[in-house]
């Protein structure tokens, strides 16, 4: 009697957590449903869903940079300037000074880092607020892309940089993948499960497991299916991919991730329990700055060149993806997957739009819509689910 | 029949989903007393005023409220306080940064032509404020007051609206002594003045000397309501609690050892305004010893623990030795290591982290502890907070259950847990039961004993003198950021402690 009480109690605790990636789940679906009757079933083709995933993986990844920052309690909007910077970076170093792509894409990251340290200098350790010190870094940023490109549209002829922007995983290595992460999916299953017996731990039937297993195999093979239908894996979304389960491995696993949520949950309480919260917070940033780096060397392969208006306005599709995909923007909640999420709510919108051929401003009407309804969805539910 | 109620709360039965909050509740307030309402937290005294304001609206429960023999639909609070129901909350509702005249008029501020008439509202406040008897400029920003000036502020605004009932939740939870004998008696005048109040308090003393009559109620049903005449204290907690309690503070026979923790010439100085917030603070601490710290609010209690952890926002000087070692306090991070923690006073705002689970809150000064190279363990996490949650009687649905939903005295065994997942050799409880519901005190007191029997050397900070007497091995009194008096705990009553706490500041006490 006592248990069975106990147990509806767990299960309302779990619905009650992830009841918002249920709802974003399914809003993902019905939009594609919609789409799809509406384009006659153009929308769901393997070509297309191939472009959408291409075009999230930008707004994607510095979605995932994004979300660290924002769980911290701070927010960024100069990172599509840097975008833009490093792009133009990239492009000049290849084009005009020769050099070989591998270090041109190391002297992104680097300078990706170095922004990064400099916002995090002012928001963390100086208490500029974000909102300044980023809008400040905004304005900079595209003041250095207008000096790098000297106000021109740069050409990237580079078979390797392009490679980043347009290219696709060969089937065998995307085989490879898949079953390598399938792998590693039955194993950290087991792991888990040996772990909670060691541990005394109560552990789930071994029925629940494998449905899960399942389920999540089925997924890949499902996604495969449909990007080799196609031309493959874009190699972005891979990039995307890989820095998603890094990041959010590093959110839900480690000291910095639970350090992370702390200070956004409350950062004074952080703090006072010996959490160093100005350093996590830098962290964040530097993170940030390398994502927007990334992004950057995907535009330039993607645009085959660097121009001065790259990344103009990256950095509130990243926030909305964020927002969207239920990263609270008082910080401490969220997830990457969240924003992930979001992020390919936000393409596919953009995109179905496109295919039915709308104005752009009705375009911006709709996207402006599905960001307040979002967050007033996100509201409500709070709400409903705290009485 | 025929007793003159002004407010009454018929078979009031609420429900959220599957859990019965109110169980059939009836509760009778007479016109012109004050009625005590007492209850242990999560009793249900919450959820009836929230549906006596309207915040639970008509039709979400069950029964009748009838304000003055008429029925009340209230859909919200607007709706409540138009019918005559004012409730001050725990949390005082100010805005600090607006004078006293204007916070007492928000909301109705008197107008001439659209424009605010300034004068008006600062005459109609310095008269509201004197009817109180309280010496407060209407110009002042609330800002600056304390707490127990900012109540008058909330008590002065409600009475504005000439309300038929005013409702007290917990008035006295953050105030001293002092100031709760001044609130009493301003309650008293206003119950002169044909003011109805309902009193809701932890603070059994407080009921016994200020009600009327008093109403119990127990797990969401109305246990007793009668005249305070016919009740004592340990009637009281029968009520409340469903059993006795004669034995509240678990006395226990420990060696106490040597020195292991000492403070001398703590001075703290404010670095803006240049106030002396500590003057010469020094005390020492034994092993296995519990030393209490009484004073009144603001005394410098708090501010000496905060100066320990090395959070004070002042320029502080003097020496902190811990083992013999001078303690190094740059950071809380360098502080807990060394093994000094502590379980902050206000611990929404200081102590936990509300939105998450139960934990993450536990692990959060002790992250090395349950990582591997920087990756959490889940499953040593999951055994660690096991444990507390069952060495401290968490009452929870699971360690995944979000701290903000637990009841005060959990959500501070909670804190307690993770204090005590540091190890600590010294660990300071700053207001260890404030807020939180007699059963529970009685677990956070046993627990205290179970710690000092273990050796933990505790200081524990408090306002409230019976417990204070009741645990504390000895006591230092702090008054106006002084160490009055280092009093051994033999034959102690509370007046003494009181003498020492107001040495400096005799014209706040008005009792």
């Known amino acids: 009697m006592n248990t069975e009480k106990k147990e509806t109690g767990t299960i309302m605790e779990l619905i009650r957590a992830n009841i918002r990636s249920y709802i974003m789940i399914i809003a993902l679906v019905v939009l594609w449903l919609i789409f799809g009757l509406l384009t006659k079933g153009v929308f769901l083709r393997p070509r297309n869903l191939s472009n959408l995933f291409r075009q999230m993986a930008t707004t994607g990844i510095i979605a995932v940079g994004m979300t660290t920052v924002i769980i911290c309690g701070f927010m960024d909007l100069s990172i599509g300037s840097v975008a833009g910077a490093t792009s133009a970076l990239v492009a000049i170093l290849v084009s005009e000074k020769g050099a070989a792509p591998i270090a041109a894409i190391l002297a992104a990251l680097v300078f990706g880092l170095a922004i990064g340290a400099f916002e995090g200098f002012w928001t963390a350790y100086m208490g500029v607020p974000a909102f300044i010190a980023t809008l400040g870094g905004q304005l900079i940023f595209r003041g250095a892309t207008l000096f790098i490109t000297r106000s021109k549209s740069i050409k990237v002829n580079n078979p390797d940089i392009i490679f980043i922007g347009q290219g696709y995983v060969p089937l065998v290595i995307g085989v490879v993948l898949a079953v390598l992460a399938a792998l590693v999916l039955i194993v950290l299953e087991m792991r888990g499960r040996a772990s909670k017996e060691k541990y005394g731990l109560s552990v789930p039937p071994l029925s629940r497991s494998i449905l899960k297993l399942v389920l999540m195999i089925g997924l890949i093979t499902a996604f495969m299916i449909v990007m080799y239908v196609y031309k493959g894996i874009p190699i972005a979304l891979l990039i995307l991919l890989a820095l998603a389960v890094a990041v959010d491995f590093a959110l839900t696993s480690t000291k910095y991730g639970n350090s992370e949520y702390a200070i956004g949950g409350n950062a004074q309480a952080a703090r006072l329990s010996g959490i160093n919260d100005r350093k996590i917070a830098f962290i964040s940033f530097l993170l940030l700055g390398v994502t927007g780096a990334i992004t950057g060397i995907v535009l330039t392969g993607r645009l085959a060149s660097g121009t001065p208006s790259t990344g103009t306005g990256l950095e509130l599709d990243a926030i909305a993806a964020c927002v969207i995909g239920g990263v609270s923007l008082s910080g401490g909640k969220g997830r990457v997957w969240g924003a992930l999420v979001g992020a390919l709510v936000m393409a596919s919108i953009a995109n179905g739009m496109?295919?039915?051929?709308?104005?752009?401003?009705?375009?911006?009407?709709?996207?402006?819509?599905?960001?307040?309804?979002?967050?007033?969805?996100?509201?409500?539910?709070?709400?409903?689910?705290?009485? | 029949m025929g007793e003159n109620y002004i407010l009454e709360m018929n078979n009031i039965v609420k429900r959220f989903s599957s859990v019965t909050v109110l169980k059939g509740v009836t509760f009778r307030v007479k016109a012109g007393e004050i009625h005590a309402l007492c209850g242990e937290n999560g009793a249900g005294k919450s959820t009836m005023m929230k549906i006596l304001s309207g915040f639970y609206p008509y039709g979400e429960y069950e029964g009748e409220v009838l304000i003055d023999g008429a029925p009340a639909h209230f859909s919200n609070t607007r709706e409540s306080s138009a019918a005559g129901v004012e409730i001050i909350y725990q949390e005082l509702e100010v805005a600090g940064n607006m004078t006293v005249a204007e916070n007492i008029f928000l909301g109705r501020e008197p107008v001439r032509r659209?424009?605010?008439?300034?004068?008006?509202?600062?005459?109609?406040?310095?008269?509201?404020?004197?009817?109180?008897?309280?010496?407060?400029?209407?110009?002042?920003?609330?800002?600056?007051?304390?707490?127990?000036?900012?109540?008058?502020?909330?008590?002065?605004?409600?009475?504005?609206?000439?309300?038929?009932?005013?409702?007290?939740?917990?008035?006295?939870?953050?105030?001293?002594?002092?100031?709760?004998?001044?609130?009493?008696?301003?309650?008293?005048?206003?119950?002169?003045?044909?003011?109805?109040?309902?009193?809701?308090?932890?603070?059994?003393?407080?009921?016994?000397?200020?009600?009327?009559?008093?109403?119990?109620?127990?797990?969401?049903?109305?246990?007793?309501?009668?005249?305070?005449?016919?009740?004592?204290?340990?009637?009281?907690?029968?009520?409340?609690?469903?059993?006795?309690?004669?034995?509240?503070?678990?006395?226990?026979?420990?060696?106490?050892?040597?020195?292991?923790?000492?403070?001398?010439?703590?001075?703290?100085?404010?670095?803006?305004?240049?106030?002396?917030?500590?003057?010469?603070?020094?005390?020492?601490?034994?092993?296995?010893?519990?030393?209490?710290?009484?004073?009144?609010?603001?005394?410098?209690?708090?501010?000496?623990?905060?100066?320990?952890?090395?959070?004070?926002?002042?320029?502080?000087?003097?020496?902190?030795?811990?083992?013999?070692?001078?303690?190094?306090?740059?950071?809380?991070?360098?502080?807990?290591?060394?093994?000094?923690?502590?379980?902050?006073?206000?611990?929404?705002?200081?102590?936990?982290?509300?939105?998450?689970?139960?934990?993450?809150?536990?692990?959060?000064?002790?992250?090395?502890?349950?990582?591997?190279?920087?990756?959490?363990?889940?499953?040593?996490?999951?055994?660690?907070?096991?444990?507390?949650?069952?060495?401290?009687?968490?009452?929870?649905?699971?360690?995944?259950?979000?701290?903000?939903?637990?009841?005060?005295?959990?959500?501070?065994?909670?804190?307690?847990?993770?204090?005590?997942?540091?190890?600590?050799?010294?660990?300071?409880?700053?207001?260890?039961?404030?807020?939180?519901?007699?059963?529970?005190?009685?677990?956070?007191?046993?627990?205290?004993?179970?710690?000092?029997?273990?050796?933990?050397?505790?200081?524990?900070?408090?306002?409230?003198?019976?417990?204070?007497?009741?645990?504390?091995?000895?006591?230092?009194?702090?008054?106006?950021?002084?160490?009055?008096?280092?009093?051994?705990?033999?034959?102690?009553?509370?007046?003494?402690?009181?003498?020492?706490?107001?040495?400096?500041?005799?014209?706040?006490?008005?009792?």
């Open chain 1, 354 to 387: 496109s295919l039915l051929s709308l104005q752009t401003y009705l375009q911006d009407w709709i996207n402006g819509m599905v960001l307040i309804i979002a967050v007033f969805v996100d509201v409500v539910s709070s709400k409903v689910l705290s009485d």
């Open chain 2, 114 to 511: 659209g424009v605010i008439d300034k004068e008006r509202m600062i005459h109609g406040a310095a008269d509201i404020l004197r009817r109180l008897k309280v010496d407060l400029d209407p110009n002042i920003k609330v800002e600056r007051l304390g707490v127990g000036m900012k109540q008058m502020v909330v008590i002065a605004k409600a009475l504005l609206k000439q309300p038929k009932v005013l409702i007290l939740d917990e008035p006295s939870a953050a105030l001293s002594e002092a100031e709760t004998e001044n609130l009493l008696s301003i309650l008293r005048d206003l119950r002169a003045n044909g003011v109805t109040c309902v009193y809701i308090s932890h603070r059994l003393d407080e009921v016994m000397e200020i009600a009327d009559r008093i109403t119990v109620i127990r797990d969401g049903e109305s246990i007793v309501t009668d005249e305070r005449a016919n009740m004592d204290k340990e009637k009281l907690i029968r009520y409340m609690v469903g059993r006795s309690l004669s034995d509240q503070f678990a006395r226990r026979e420990n060696s106490i050892g040597d020195v292991i923790f000492s403070v001398e010439g703590l001075n703290a100085v404010h670095p803006r305004t240049g106030k002396q917030i500590l003057k010469d603070v020094s005390f020492e601490l034994r092993r296995g010893e519990i030393l209490g710290i009484a004073g009144l609010i603001g005394a410098g209690r708090t501010e000496t623990a905060m100066a320990v952890m090395g959070v004070l926002d002042a320029k502080v000087t003097g020496s902190i030795t811990l083992e013999g070692k001078p303690v190094n306090n740059r950071t809380p991070r360098e502080v807990i290591d060394q093994g000094i923690n502590i379980v902050t006073e206000d611990r929404r705002v200081l102590g936990l982290v509300p939105d998450e689970d139960i934990k993450s809150n536990v692990i959060l000064s002790s992250l090395d502890k349950v990582s591997k190279v920087g990756v959490i363990i889940q499953n040593e996490v999951i055994r660690r907070t096991d444990e507390f949650v069952r060495k401290l009687r968490i009452r929870a649905n699971s360690i995944d259950q979000e701290v903000g939903r637990l009841s005060g005295g959990n959500q501070q065994k909670v804190v307690i847990a993770k204090a005590l997942l540091t190890e600590p050799k010294v660990l300071i409880l700053d207001e260890p039961t404030r807020g939180i519901d007699v059963g529970a005190k009685a677990e956070i007191y046993q627990i205290m004993e179970e710690l000092a029997e273990q050796g933990v050397s505790i200081i524990m900070i408090s306002s409230e003198l019976p417990e204070v007497l009741g645990m504390a091995d000895r006591v230092v009194v702090m008054c106006e950021g002084r160490v009055t008096g280092t009093l051994d705990n033999r034959e102690l009553t509370q007046e003494t402690v009181m003498r020492y706490a107001t040495q400096y500041s005799n014209s706040e006490v008005r009792a």
